[in-house]
């Protein structure tokens, strides 16, 4: 067993998140979000996505969320840009690391960014060439590594494939995403295998929506493989609004919990981090979707 002593965890709440709120929530809310993640001791965050405002509404207001934020020394603030017009119009908000997303399925590519994983890789080369020319890192998402709201099952050749274009653009690390969180173990460890084709341990992170309960699992599993770098969102926020009824990516909390259990630094301050997802769960009007965040709010409580 290989698991790492160290994991570094990137918050995707603000992003993937409230981009799949029904409810508009302000941008001031999201400003305070960044700030109670990063009070906590998140060293990562995806902020927003310069995605079209027809197709993600609650996105829009990316610049005045990036502008709004006070940013702390050593924090890494990531964005999505789909095309040059994202990372143009991101550029301007001076991100650390911009994140292309493409899928390891043809119908969620269609769906998604609406074209065939050939022309996205065509559309995020020029993203990609520019982001590393001025001095910003690049990450890749893939989207569907195990499985797709369209095509169901998707073999880990074509994750593989995927990886492998993205590291022909230059990209630098990747995620592999369960996007519908219907992964179990052996199936996220066969697309982390396919991955590592192209990529070394270090540039792959996990990145497993709960939708089936198995994320938890899904990423003890990939620590085994040596996996240290993983995506959650606080309060366990989160879904794509190209695939329906998939429900939040893991829970922060949850997986720091984890994480401690097994003795492994994250940096992170739990309590801290309880208190951020019980701000953004009030300010949604619900419960925590962490069962970590409700058990330990109930003790604090009682
Ligand atoms: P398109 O329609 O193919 O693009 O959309 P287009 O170039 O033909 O342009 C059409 C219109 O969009 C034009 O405006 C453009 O200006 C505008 P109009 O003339 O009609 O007024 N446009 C843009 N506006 C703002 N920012 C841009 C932009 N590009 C074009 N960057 C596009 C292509 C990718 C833009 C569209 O399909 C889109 O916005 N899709 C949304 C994708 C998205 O945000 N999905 C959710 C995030 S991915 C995710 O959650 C998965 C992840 O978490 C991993 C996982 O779990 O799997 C990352
Ligand atoms: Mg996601």
Same mark, same amino acid.
């Given at each position: ?51 079209? &405002?027809?197709?993600? &509404? ?29 990372? *143009? ?55 569907? #590594?195990?499985?797709?709201?369209? *095509?169901?099952?998707?073999? &880990? ?38 991955? @590592? ?21 899904? #990423? ?26 998939? #429900? ?21 301050? @739990? ?10 769960? *009030? ?20």
């Amino acid at each position: 067993m290989n698991i790492p002593t160290k994991v570094r965890l990137i918050d995707v709440g603000p992003r993937d998140g409230l981009q799949n709120e029904k409810q508009p929530v302000p941008a001031s809310v999201k400003i305070e979000l960044v700030h109670r993640l990063q009070a906590a001791g998140l060293k990562e965050i995806e902020v927003t996505s310069y995605v079209s &405002p027809k197709w993600v &509404p609650q996105m829009a207001d990316n610049h005045e969320v990036m502008q709004g934020i006070t940013r702390v020394a050593g924090v890494r603030y990531s964005v999505l840009t789909p095309n040059l017009k994202g990372y *143009e119009a991101a550029v301007a908000d001076q991100p650390d690391e911009i994140v292309v997303f493409g899928a390891a399925s043809e119908a969620f590519s269609q769906k998604n960014i609406n074209c065939s994983i050939a022309e996205s890789i065509e559309r995020f080369a020029p993203v990609v060439q520019a982001a590393l020319a001025a001095g910003i890192a690049v990450r890749g998402a893939m989207s569907c #590594t195990v499985g797709c709201p369209y *095509e169901g099952e998707i073999a &880990p050749e074509r994750v593989g494939y995927l990886a492998g274009l993205m590291k022909g653009i230059g990209v630098q690390r990747v995620d592999v995403a369960d996007t519908i969180g219907v992964g179990t173990p052996l199936k996220v460890q066969a697309a982390i295998e396919a991955t @590592l084709a192209h990529f070394d341990i270090d540039h792959i992170s996990g990145h497993f929506h709960d939708t089936y309960g198995q994320a938890l699992s899904n #990423t003890y599993a990939a620590l085994q493989m040596g996996v240290w770098n993983f995506q959650s969102s606080v309060a366990g926020l989160g879904g794509c609004p190209y695939a329906k009824g998939a #429900t939040g990516n893991v829970a922060t909390e949850d997986v720091v919990y984890l994480l401690q259990g097994l003795g492994i630094d994250t940096g992170i301050d @739990l309590d801290r981090l309880v208190d951020a997802g019980a701000y953004i769960s *009030e300010q949604l009007g619900r419960p925590s979707g962490s069962r970590v965040a409700r058990a330990l709010m109930a003790r604090r409580s009682s």
